[in-house]
Every structure is written in C-alpha cells, then in structure tokens.
C-alpha cells in the first residue's frame, strides 16, 4: 500500500529539474518528509471497505496527501508556529525562504486538486470533498490562533480539532468510498468514522505533548470513547474493514 502511494505522490510531483528549480524541488521536500501517510492509507482501506478496489482511489489518496502538505507548510512559517524544523529537518520555509515557502505551499494545494480530479469516478463529490477539507482546515487554524492563547474555552477547542485535525481524516474516508463506488450510505459511515478517528488521532497527540485542555484522565476517556465511536462506524460497510479498524485501536497508547 505504502509503495503505491509513494509511486502515486512521486508521478504527481514535478520533475526535479522542472523550471523554476527551487519550486519543484520545495514541492518534493514537503512531501518526502517522512510522514505516516495515515491519510492516504485511510483513502485507499475506504475503497476496500465500501467494497471496490485500492488502486481506484490512488489519485484522491495522493491528492489529500498533498493537501496534508500544503497545511504543513504554512503550519511552520514564521507567522504561524515558526518552526525550523519539521519531522527531523528543515522546515521549508527554513530551507527554501519564506517567500518560496508559501508559493510552494499554493501550489500544493493547487496540485492536490489536479490529482484529485483525475480519479476514476464521483470526481465532482471528490472535488467537493477535498475543497470542504481545505476550507475546513483554514477554518480550524484560525480559530486556533486564538485558542493558543486560552485553551480553557472549550467549544473552540471542539472546533479546532473538529476542522484543523478531522477534517481531513473525514475527507480521506470519503474520498476513498466514492473512489470506490460507494453508496451514499457508506460514504457517510465512513465520514463518521474519519470524524471520530481525527478526534482520538487529536486527543492521543494531547497525551504525547502534554498540553491537553483536559487532564489526562478525561483526556484518556475521549481517545477511547472516540476510537470505540470510530470502530462502530464500520459495522454496516459491505468489503474488508481490517485495517480501518486495526488503525483506530493503533492509534490508542502509541508513542509517536
């Protein structure tokens, strides 16, 4: 699975030596980070799970991974977190310049779009899908500029992972089911499971970095209630649901 993605991201990618250079070689830099691609993975399983084939929801799975990038980027700049680094390097715009950092960025976004619509089927609800993530986690990242500064409010907080982590976990699902034919029904089975597994996902990662809103206790109970909520949502799908499933319950006490 991990190898088709990655053949799937590089084949979507420009050249290395595509003009201008430094655009082409950000853009690589960003996706060869040496991410999990959860993502993707959950966009290919949502094609299986609704009862089509993996194969047919590669384009959406490179897609939401570009997509991922882009957030990534503007993530790390100085306006945002200011972060040099990003999975054990350089941070883009640390490595390439601010300003090649946001238009690499921009054209990430531009290009999951691209990649998303040359999916096989349902490519205008896949569209739809991948702009409601992207707005969704705009949305989510400004309501978080506030929340870093009070993390007691509570609904915002409820809204930040809600869109800036969620989102695009529900997108991947959803994305992957219509790739792969699936009912509306399904495609909304497995949008609550993306919803409840980028909420555990988002607690889990509360518990690694110590800064969760809630104390670890009531922290520990929502990954549970959530992973559990995510496990059920698959209950009706008609194709093999084994690594969603086995992702929800992996997510639960990991380290990293």
Request: one cysteine or more; proline letters at 4%.
């Amino acid at each position: 699975m991990l190898e088709l993605i990655e053949r799937t991201l590089n084949e979507a990618l420009p050249a290395v030596d595509e003009r201008p250079e430094v655009l082409s070689a950000a853009l690589r830099w960003a996706v060869a980070g040496g991410g999990k691609r959860l993502r993707p993975q959950i966009c290919l399983a949502a094609a299986t799970a609704v009862g089509g084939r993996a194969e047919d929801a590669l384009q959406p799975a490179a897609a939401i991974e570009l997509l991922h990038s882009y957030t990534l980027v503007h993530d790390d700049l100085p306006c945002m977190d200011n972060d040099v680094e990003r999975r054990g390097k350089a941070s883009v715009w640390a490595k390439f310049g601010e300003a090649n950092a946001v238009l690499a960025a921009d054209a990430l976004q531009a290009l999951a779009f691209a990649t998303a619509a040359r999916a096989p089927r349902n490519v205008p609800a896949i569209v739809a899908e991948l702009a409601r993530a992207g707005q969704g986690v705009v949305a989510g990242q400004v309501e978080d500029l506030v929340l870093q500064a009070d993390r007691s409010d509570h609904s915002r907080v409820a809204f930040v992972y809600e869109h800036k982590t969620a989102d695009l976990f529900m997108a991947a699902a959803c994305m992957g089911a219509l790739a792969g034919g699936g009912t509306p029904d399904q495609v909304a089975a497995l949008r609550t499971y993306g919803l409840h597994l980028g909420l555990a996902f988002q607690y889990e990662d509360d518990l690694l970095d110590g800064d969760s809103p809630f104390d670890a206790a009531e922290t520990t109970r929502r990954v549970l209630l959530h992973t559990k909520a995510a496990v059920e949502a698959l209950a009706t799908l008609p194709g093999d649901t084994t690594f969603l499933s086995s992702l929800a319950t992996r997510l639960v006490g990991r380290t990293a």
